[in-house]
């Protein structure tokens, strides 16, 4: 019996895969200077944040756990899970990856010292607003940055142990709290004073600290001069009269606008359509895939409107 030959098969080429997108990994601010990052696999992508600047994604789910700063590491170490995170929690991480952070760490006081040098900083976010924190000295005023510090003025320097427990200290009398919400920060953009104001209630809180920082193992810093930063971030006018503010995100929305100068992690984008600005915290958008859209409007969003508040009536009662 003859066994008939197997006959090639053509070969047809098969389709190209859908290259995936990029998962957002949120923005921070370097050397004075804001990127939007983003990572696919081993790739590494950053955007500077450009005012004027068009931008326009299509985000993809689920929303993912962007991994972890390790202790000495240079660069983020990706979730080795993969794991899927709340779409509408303020959390970017997994639990795995919240454990091992080394910025989580130091803000948990599970560092006790990593032999850097630390400055004590005051920052002003609005009337009332007064905060204390510290940050390593070789990322300079990046953190204030991030925070959306309005003004700030570097207090104190030394070691990790004696800079935080100088942070205690302050933050135990009363002069500055460790920590607001975004939220109250934001509303003090409608109305912030005026620079001369912010220099002098900054420069007379340093000198009550430095008063109560007698006897630390810190230097003190008088001679700092006291950083605003409220021209770069576009305030000098204040906020937007009205602005709607993004307060979920969700598989398939899309994000599209322009950009105004970044504040702290929030952005404002003015949508072509003249329906007003939104503000963004970029936060939100870590963990999201982001495919890139064009001549699509912001869709799918969650927002909320913002309106300034009228001004307090100071007017005399007659009687």
Sequence with gaps: ?????????????????????????GLSWRDGRAVL???RGAQVHERAVEPGAEVGWLLGGPRRCV???????????????????????????????????????LARDQILDDGRTYLLYLAWFGEGLLKVGLTAEQRGDSRLLE?????????????????????????????ARERYKSR??????????????????????????????????????ADRPVVDHVERYGLADGAPQAYREIAGLADGAVLAGRLRPPVGRHLFLDQADGSGPLLMDTRLLTGWTLSPVTGRGSDGLTLHERLRPPEPDTQEALF
């Design 37 to 39: 990052g983003a990572v």
């Design 147 to 175: 925070q959306g510090a309005l003004a700030y003025a570097f207090t104190a320097r030394g070691a990790l142990p004696a800079v935080r427990r100088a942070e205690l200290t302050v933050a135990a009398s009363g002069l």
């Design 184 to 221: 109250l920060k934001t509303e003090q953009w409608w109305s912030h004073g005026d620079a001369p104001y912010r220099r002098t209630v900054l420069a007379e809180a340093r000198v009550q600290a430095h008063r109560l920082l007698d006897g630390h193992a810190v230097g003190l810093l």
């Design 1 to 25: 019996m003859t066994i008939p030959s197997q006959q090639q098969q053509p070969q047809h080429p098969r389709p190209q895969a859908r290259p995936a997108g990029w998962i957002s990994t």
């Design 67 to 105: 991994g972890a700063w390790l202790v000495g590491a240079t660069e983020r170490t990706a979730c080795p899970h993969h794991a899927v995170i709340d779409p509408a929690g303020g959390a970017t991480q997994c639990p795995a990856c919240q454990s091992v952070d080394r910025g989580l760490a």
